[in-house]
């Protein structure tokens, strides 16, 4: 068995219709749909997938939870940072919130006082760093 490592962190959606899988990502600038052919199953996998990654995430969520500063951004409502862990949180306008590891303090302080949280998320920490949750 070959095993490959997967990031899903851009896929906002998944549908299935026609025989094709349809995944609706996010490509920071635009929203893309991609159609693959799939089996039904290859849709059930990936939901069966996203609850078993969601019920972890929030049992960790459950055990602590990482202070929010509100910030002023069309992207974010909300900011935190776990030094210790060197976790950030983001909370997005739509209730969405992304958890980054291996952020140290200067890029969270960077993040906190950039001009626009925005232009420094997609520039600096998107794509560079693990997205957890």
């Known amino acids: 068995m070959k095993l490959s490592k997967l990031d899903l962190g851009n896929v906002v959606a998944i549908a299935h219709s026609d025989g094709n899988l349809q995944l609706l990502l996010d490509l920071g600038?635009?929203?893309?749909?991609?159609?693959?052919?799939?089996?039904?199953?290859?849709?059930?996998?990936?939901?069966?997938?996203?609850?078993?990654?969601?019920?972890?995430?929030?049992?960790?969520?459950e055990e602590e939870e990482i202070a929010m500063l509100p910030v002023n951004s069309s992207m974010a409502n909300a900011l935190g940072y776990d030094d210790e862990k060197q976790i950030l949180q983001l909370e997005f306008h739509d209730g969405?919130?992304?958890?980054?590891?291996?952020?140290?303090?200067d890029t969270w302080e960077d993040l906190h006082q950039a001009d626009s949280v925005g232009r420094f998320f997609h520039n600096e920490i998107k794509g560079k760093y693990e997205r957890i949750y």
């Open 96 to 105: 969405s919130v992304y958890q980054y590891s291996g952020i140290d303090d």
């Open 29 to 61: 600038d635009e929203i893309e749909l991609l159609e693959i052919p799939a089996p039904i199953e290859a849709y059930e996998g990936l939901q069966h997938l996203n609850d078993i990654v969601a019920e972890s995430v929030e049992e960790a969520w």
